[in-house]
């Protein structure tokens, strides 16, 4: 767990679209990664339970004005399909936060990792192309994944609109969804 005093700029997009950047100079800001498990089963209602009853486990020191929670959501099944969108995870975030409302004052803010069961499929099928495939965007996928960042950004194509809302999507997406998205796209194919 990463907490102290360090300056931040904390930045609130509200629904409209308007964003507001509040700078501050000296803002205790609390980091923590904290899990969730998925199955078939896992519904709307069980995940934003698991994940609230987490929360309200954790006590932020008094100091903290911000709290940003990593969520690193694990598993399989079609909830964990659905979490792809950013819509989608904004929405589980506003769940969890109407559960957790009264209990703790500090803000907070919710990121979200979606993560399947990679180990559980290298278990199961050690020497197959399932297993390579999954080795090699283990081993290989940041690097690869940044230089095609750089090479569609430095790419002289369309127009300035398109470049702009791809150079904005690529901002948006952390490498770890690039390549969970990957595996998950390579084992469609070869499962």
């Not at 679209?17 to 700078?23: K, L, N, Q, S």
């Not at 954790?58 to 969108?85: A, F, N, T, V, Y």
């Not at 996928?141 to 002289?156: K, M, P, S, Y």
Request: proline content about 3%; aromatic content about 4%; hydrophobic content about 40%.
């Amino acid at each position: 767990r990463l907490t102290g005093p360090c300056g931040v700029s904390v930045v609130e997009v509200l629904s409209s679209g308007e964003t507001r950047i509040a700078p501050s100079t000296v803002a205790p800001v609390r980091w923590e990664s904290l899990g969730a498990e998925l199955t078939e089963e896992t519904t709307w209602e069980t995940l934003v339970e698991q994940m609230s009853l987490t929360l309200l486990d954790r006590e932020p020191d008094s100091d903290d004005e911000l709290w940003i929670i990593r969520w690193k959501l694990r598993g399989h099944g079609p909830l964990i399909k659905e979490l792809q969108s950013q819509r989608t995870q904004r929405e589980l975030a506003d769940l969890i936060e109407v559960e957790v409302a009264g209990h703790h004052e500090t803000r907070r803010v919710h990121q979200f990792l979606r993560e399947p069961h990679w180990d559980l499929l290298r278990a199961a099928e050690e020497d197959s192309l399932t297993r390579t495939y999954i080795d090699i965007v283990d081993e290989a996928g940041a690097a690869t994944a940044d230089a095609v960042r750089g090479e569609l950004l430095n790419l002289d194509w369309g127009t300035g609109t398109q470049r702009r809302v791809l150079a904005h999507l690529l901002d948006e997406t952390s490498t770890e969804e690039l390549l969970a998205d990957a595996k998950s796209a390579g084992l469609v194919w070869l499962t």
